[in-house]
């Protein structure tokens, strides 16, 4: 249950870290105002986004780590003699588990109890043939009632199973999107980060004439792309592989429950069905399924109080932690944010890149598009004229903080467009023929050029949301507010279907045997405990033919019975004296067998 429990869900891993840029490069990224302030060359998330208060003060030296649902999971431990435990939600500790294993233990010793003491129950009705014997007018009422109750506690039984179906199959389609949303974010969060890298090796490829990006550049863009693929991959490795298992392990117990479910079904039906109809010898064999079926059930139901109480724990520590994101807490050992050394260089290289690329655009317009070279063996001349190209606007300035563009300048989101406006049409020999400053092909060459560093300008940031946490917050939000009610009522559901199949059940088992002690059901357990009863009570066995008056055999668990004793009880059968049989304990047997309990004084 360690390795499988619902919220081990929450695989984000923290990524690996790059060394830090020193402090004259790191307080140039993105600016304090817009992004937080900066500590140890580490960008720290903004000061609305801290959790205020003593805890973060650095004044008040290192914070305590937060305990989370430190209330609710003050339950005795096992492992430590039944104490108090009190280190809070935390599934990475055995501890933990072993106070969560005892809300189900009034389950487990229920379970236990009824194995053993309904099996002792069997094993003394069957071998020394103790049964309640209920005579004259009671009979009949008694039967009646008997009968009435065996039919509820059927009925009941059935409402459990359909509860138990339906609660379990509701809690597994709202398990799965719970995964399936947990996926989906880290999918989301692999996706972000392979889009950086995706775009930054783009941007290696720009070349617009005889501009490229420089070649330290470049291998900066290299290194950073490493561990940006490496903290995609382990992330999206360990999210498939962890679903995978949950997924599998969720399937397991939904089909068991199905299982168990339409067993316990049958087996209330059924019995009931057989004891109709006097097949006793069928019905013993249902009331030893029922047994193990019931102490099964307890044991079930004892599990899901214990997966109850997990995700209920889990739930409130993400709402605490939702409240305390910064704090050093269990969950952060599971689901920390993105490392802040890697986010802080991948946003620094990406605005660099940026500004780079600003740079080869702005450089190819005023040496080649606005240049008026005059023809002949000048390279830059290619019959370029009209109205002069606007310069791309820088989004960044030197410190690499966002710039306003002038608006005599185009921004990147409409440089396209108007960069259009001003190409030409060409000649087999790639000179205009028409009025313009750009060819087709430096159009497409300058547009994807824009494009790269439109994406990168946009792609880039939202790594600051997996930073500072924002966007695991979100997500654990989401998680409590719109998955975790519905799965802990649907868990309660569960519950409530296995208690009512298992008590439902187990006093239809007890009915089973009483009911099937009435006079025209003796005859099959009087086959099966024949071969006990006269150890226990010394009873004598004579099998008389109805077509003779002849005993075939005579048995007897002790000394010989004598002969004129023989002859009376003989002539008491075929005198039908009835109620002298019942006085010596004459009791009807398979086919046409008597037997007889006399005394021999």
């Not at 389950?107 to 109890?113: E, G, M, N, T, V």
């Not at 053993?116 to 043939?129: E, K, R």
């Not at 995978?244 to 039906?269: E, N, P, W, Y």
Request: charged content about 15%.
């Amino acid at each position: 249950m360690e390795n499988h429990s619902l919220f081990l869900l929450l695989f984000i891993t923290s990524v690996s870290s790059l060394s830090l840029h020193p402090d004259y490069q790191s307080k140039f990224l993105l600016g304090e105002d817009n992004f937080g302030r900066w500590r140890n060359g580490i960008l720290s998330s903004s000061g609305a986004s801290e959790t205020p208060g003593p805890a973060n003060s650095p004044a008040n030296g290192p914070s305590s780590p937060l305990v989370l649902a430190g209330s609710r999971t003050k339950r005795p431990d096992i492992f430590n003699c039944l104490k108090r435990y009190r280190g809070g939600w935390d599934i990475t500790n055995k501890h933990y588990w072993a106070s969560v294993g005892f809300t189900g233990g009034a389950a487990f010793i229920l379970a236990i109890l009824w194995f053993v003491c309904f099996g002792l129950a069997m094993i003394i009705h069957h071998c020394c043939g103790w049964r309640i014997d209920i005579k004259g007018k009671e009979y009949r009422g008694s039967q009646r009632i008997c009968l009435i109750l065996l039919l509820v506690f059927t009925c009941a039984s059935a409402i459990g199973c359909i509860l138990l179906s339906v609660g379990h199959d509701e809690f597994h389609h709202e398990a799965v999107d719970t995964l399936n949303y947990v996926v989906n974010q880290s999918d989301y969060t692999v996706q972000t980060l392979l889009n950086v890298t995706g775009y930054l090796s783009l941007a290696k490829t720009v070349s617009v004439a005889q501009f490229f990006l420089p070649s330290d550049v470049k291998d900066d863009i290299d290194k950073l792309n490493i561990d940006l693929n490496n903290a995609a991959g382990t992330l999206r490795q360990k999210t498939h592989v962890n679903s995978q298992k949950i997924k599998s392990v969720f399937d397991t117990v939904r089909l068991s429950m199905i299982a168990i479910a339409i067993v316990m079904l049958l087996v209330s039906i059924l019995g009931l069905f057989y004891l109709y109809l006097s097949h006793c010898y069928c019905l013993c064999r249902f009331i030893i399924s029922g047994w193990l079926l019931v102490a099964v059930t307890f044991i079930l139901c004892g599990v899901f109080v214990i997966i109850n109480n997990a995700i209920a724990d889990t739930c409130l520590a993400m709402g605490q932690w939702v409240d305390n994101p910064h704090s050093e807490t269990a969950l952060s050992n599971i689901l920390p944010c993105v490392d802040q050394g890697t986010t802080n260089d991948t946003l620094y290289k990406s605005r660099l890149v940026v500004n780079d690329i600003a740079n080869i655009i702005n450089g190819f317009i005023g040496s080649f598009a606005n240049s008026n070279p005059p023809p002949g063996g000048n390279s830059n001349y290619y019959n370029q004229s009209g109205p002069l190209m606007p310069y791309l606007c820088y989004p960044y300035d030197s410190q690499l903080q966002e710039l306003e563009c002038p608006s005599q300048l185009v921004s990147m989101a409409n440089a396209s467009g108007v960069w259009q406006n001003y190409t030409c049409m060409v000649s087999e020999s790639g000179f205009c023929t028409t009025t313009g400053r750009l060819t087709p092909d430096m159009y497409q060459q300058l547009v994807g050029a824009v494009n790269i560093s439109y994406a990168l300008q946009h792609y880039a940031p939202p790594l600051l949301s997996l930073q500072d946490c924002n966007f695991v917050r979100e997500t654990f939000r989401t998680i409590t507010s719109d998955h975790c009610p519905p799965l802990e009522d649907h868990l309660r559901m569960v519950n409530a279907g296995l208690a009512l199949v298992s008590v439902g059940v187990m006093l239809s088992l007890a009915l089973w045997i009483v009911y099937a002690n009435r006079p025209e059901s003796e005859q099959a357990f009087a086959k099966i405990s024949s071969k006990f009863k006269g150890g226990c009570t010394g009873d004598i066995a004579i099998d008389v033919s109805s077509k003779s008056d002849q005993p075939h055999q005579t048995r007897k668990t002790g000394s010989k019975l004598p002969e004129e004793k023989l002859g009376q009880m003989r002539g008491r059968v075929e005198g039908n004296d009835e109620t002298d049989s019942l006085e010596h304990g004459w009791r009807l047997g398979i086919g046409e067998t008597r037997r007889w309990t006399a005394d021999e004084s």
